[in-house]
């Protein structure tokens, strides 16, 4: 999904020669050399949570309406429905953040003058637990 113009033959002959070459090692060295590919890409360690912007006030930026947030250790960041870049922030800009049935609210910024973004979302319960596990409290 996050190869540009690879041919779906040309990903199952990549697909089959690196299953071929794990022949004869066992299960966890396996594993290992999984783990240790998959890092290299920039997606890596992120739990993704599909939004729709309900509200946004005194942002420095355009979001598109519908995005993907991606959680993980370093922070929260936005993509587009296409999982391209959309913005970074870190967990420590987000002075205060919350969740309700539908929605889940996230004040960044200073708290002077704040930026609020509302997201409609199903998954406010699960985004506010990840980022309260990342972030140790």
Do not use: C
């Not at 590919?37 to 598109?64: A, M």
């Not at 406010?124 to 990342?134: D, E, I, N």
């Amino acid at each position: 999904k996050y190869e540009n113009e690879i041919s779906e033959e040309t990903l199952l002959e990549a697909l089959s020669e690196k299953y071929q070459s794990l022949s004869g090692k066992k299960r966890n060295e396996a594993k290992r050399e999984f783990i240790d590919l998959i890092k290299n890409y920039d997606k890596f360690g992120f739990v993704f949570f599909n939004v729709k912007i309900q509200e946004s006030t005194n942002l420095d930026e355009e979001l598109p309406e519908r995005m993907i947030v991606g959680l993980r250790e370093d922070g929260m960041t936005f993509f587009n429905t296409h999982y391209e870049l959309v913005k970074k922030m870190n967990y420590n800009e987000i002075f205060k953040w919350g969740y309700s049935e539908t929605t889940m609210v996230l004040l960044y910024g200073t708290e002077e003058s704040p930026s609020k973004l509302v997201f409609r979302t199903f998954q406010g319960t699960a985004m506010v637990h990840t980022m309260t596990s990342f972030v140790g409290l």
